[in-house]
């Protein structure tokens, strides 16, 4: 997606470690009109009628999520990534490792909101290796729902997240794959 | 809200210990065709021509965040609640007790994208004791910005939070406040 691209050319900056940053207008501050852009490139991806149910995981992914949901006249669920006490009943659950922290995480979606009718679209913001995804793809599979896709906005190709989901034959879409940085190169 | 008050009533649930919970609609699982109404309400409350930026916390408040942004094309921005190694520079900061999770959290908001001809307005799907909104003003404050009011959906009044900022002076409109539970009783 060019306008994307251009965005994180004009507006991304490479730190030490391979870190890109794009919190300007993806994931602090958010530009919600791009992200619009964006939900509507997704519906050349993936087929939206179908879909009754877009999942993210909090936090950052909620913006684009939710941008998407409204935009297809979905609900959007996000997976809670701590226990907390206004979570009751049955959940489904899925172990992490996110590298932003450096921790293990427990993705949460309580049963009551997904369930095995449900065709499920997965997006995020920002893919790098993939653990977020594999363990919404995860939660997906314990609720025994189907997975019709996965859109990400920004995926750091290098990092290998987003092949390997594509090897295990995942409808995955990024709109733009960054193959290396300084200077940032994409897949074509 | 004649429609935000009905969907509480018919969908939410009360929990011991006062906890009202709309995780079906507002804060796990999202109504986003909701959301959107909300955001219309907001219109008849606050100055949305003069509105620069959206201002939230992490996490459930981005999706209504985000929503309100977008039906006002303005940008979101969300606060964060834990220093991650991806916000580097300077950061605008202000602890809080989370209730929720039974703990100090710190908010952070990098300097670089909030700044004093900014003009703020505050939105949270939920607010019970008000530590997020406060968290958040002191925020606006540090930047030297302008906070044109704040936007919440459902406020439980019986907590306090809320007056404490109608006292301070603060343009707050919650679209559901709910002053009792077992059974729900609305503020008229």
Request: proline fraction near 2%.
């Amino acid at each position: 997606m060019q306008e994307l691209k251009d965005r994180i050319v004009k507006e991304g900056k490479v730190l030490p470690g391979g870190i890109i940053k794009v919190d300007g207008f993806l994931n602090h501050r958010v530009d919600t009109e791009l992200l619009d852009h964006i939900a509507a490139e997704f519906g050349k991806c993936f087929d939206m009628d179908a879909v009754t149910v877009v999942l993210t995981a909090e936090a950052s992914g909620i913006a684009l999520a939710s941008i998407v949901a409204q935009h297809y006249h979905k609900p959007m669920l996000f997976a809670k990534k701590a226990k907390s006490d206004n979570i009751e009943g049955g959940l489904y659950q899925s172990e992490i490792f996110s590298y932003t922290y450096k921790k293990k995480v427990t993705l949460l979606v309580s049963k009551e909101w997904l369930h095995a009718e449900d065709k499920v679209l997965v997006v995020d913001d920002f893919m790098a290796n993939g653990e977020a995804m594999r363990g919404l793809c995860d939660i997906v599979e314990q609720a025994g729902a189907e997975l019709m896709g996965i859109g990400c906005a920004v995926e750091k190709g290098f990092q290998g997240g987003g092949d390997r989901l594509r090897e295990a034959g995942v409808n995955i879409h990024s709109l733009a794959v960054i193959d290396a940085v300084d200077p940032i190169v994409f897949r074509e």
